[in-house]
């Protein structure tokens, strides 16, 4: 990896160097910000590292000018203390550093990053005109969540900041895929009645759909709901822990799909006059568009700066082979509650792999519920 440390302190990062040190990896460490400019015209970096603080400079707000610049590289902010709130960062690592972990996570997405980041899915994405934008409302609620003095009330006044979002949620709220017959009239009652987790989702998805592309044999009101259905059934068969991290990753999974199917419309009206909707159509979308849904949407999730966590999930999803090489997790529930939504039969090795034959028959029983 080339890994580029930026530190205008100059020993603010001199503990992240070991980590790295022992390895082939090449490190660029700069303290001056017009030779950074320069080294960046010159140099394809896969990693940018930051502080919190750059002096007078906010290490985020760096980022994000990076992000738009150099959108391909890794993003990675050493702050002070895990609540310390970053916008623009793939990964967040609080002091006192664990290098061992660091440089696994790092060495692990690399590996994804180079695999979204090929110039046939940047240069897809780069022209195509209009793009899904990033859930601005959901990342807002997000970071406020993490103030332990935002209330209920603080909560709904964010979503009510935007009058055409909030009709929306609560018209997805008191869908029969939520409302379960209890109407629900106000943004308080939707936060009593199904909770604040389950509501910033509902934010998210209304938010990521709005984006409306006039894809000819696409229902984008179906995906919206297969999406939501994804979230609910992975967030139910992971640890406490990972519920949350499962609802975002099963409602983002096939985000990618509205972006490919605009790409050219003569490959995409091809694309559905052979698809086959009971079977696993990405080997035909990369024989035909040259990428998959998978990746373009993991390069999406790139560039609005989510965790590699959930860029896994969806470049992993329809990839049972390959996601055996980890315990069960986010990526793992969102394969199979995909898998199941659409009647598909699991992969008999991962169901073995992960020890689910006892369990598998009431998972199937909840997403019969959920279609």
């Not at 990053?113 to 195509?128: F, G, R």
């Not at 999730?301 to 990839?319: D, N």
């Not at 009647?343 to 009431?362: S, T």
């Amino acid at each position: 990896m080339k890994i580029l440390l930026i530190d205008t302190q100059q020993h603010a990062l001199d503990a992240i160097k070991p980590a790295f040190n022992a390895s082939k990896d090449d490190i660029t460490h700069v303290t001056n910000l017009v030779i950074l400019q320069e080294l960046l015209q010159q140099t394809k970096f896969d990693v940018v590292v930051t502080p919190s603080l750059l002096g007078k400079i906010n290490g985020d707000e760096l980022l994000r000018t990076l992000t738009s610049s150099f959108p391909q590289m890794i993003r990675v902010q050493v702050i002070n203390h895990e609540h310390y709130t970053t916008k623009h960062a793939h990964f967040n690592f609080a002091q006192p550093l664990n290098l061992a972990a660091i440089k696994t996570k790092l060495s692990q997405s690399q590996k994804h990053s180079q695999a979204i980041t090929k110039d046939l899915i940047v240069k897809t994405i780069t022209n195509i005109k209009t793009l899904p934008s990033p859930p601005k409302v959901y990342m807002q609620l997000t970071h406020a969540l993490k103030d332990s003095n935002t209330d209920s009330q603080k909560i709904a006044d964010i979503i009510l900041q935007d009058p055409g979002l909030t009709a929306k949620v609560l018209h997805f709220a008191n869908s029969s895929l939520m409302s379960k017959g209890k109407n629900i009239t106000s943004i308080n009652d939707a936060i009593t009645k199904m909770g604040v987790d389950t509501l910033c989702c509902i934010v998210m998805t209304t938010e990521l759909f709005t984006y409306s592309p006039d894809i000819p044999n696409f229902s984008l009101e179906k995906e919206q709901l297969h999406s939501f259905a994804t979230a609910k059934l992975a967030a139910s068969i992971v640890k406490p822990e990972l519920k949350q991290q499962a609802m975002i990753a099963g409602l983002l999974h096939a985000i990618g799909k509205v972006v490919l199917y605009e790409i050219k419309p003569d490959l995409t009206e091809k694309f559905f006059k052979l698809r086959n909707p009971k079977e696993d159509n990405t080997p035909l979308e990369l024989k035909i568009f040259g990428t998959d849904h998978c990746h373009v949407g993991g390069y999406l999730l790139h560039t609005w700066s989510f965790s590699y966590s959930l860029i896994e999930a969806l470049i992993l999803h329809r990839s049972p082979e390959k996601l055996l090489k980890s315990s069960f997790g986010v990526a793992q529930a969102v394969y199979l509650a995909n898998t199941l939504l659409k009647e598909r039969k699991p992969d008999a090795a991962f169901i073995k792999h992960y020890k689910m034959e006892g369990v598998l028959d009431k998972i199937e029983q909840r997403a019969n519920r959920l279609r």
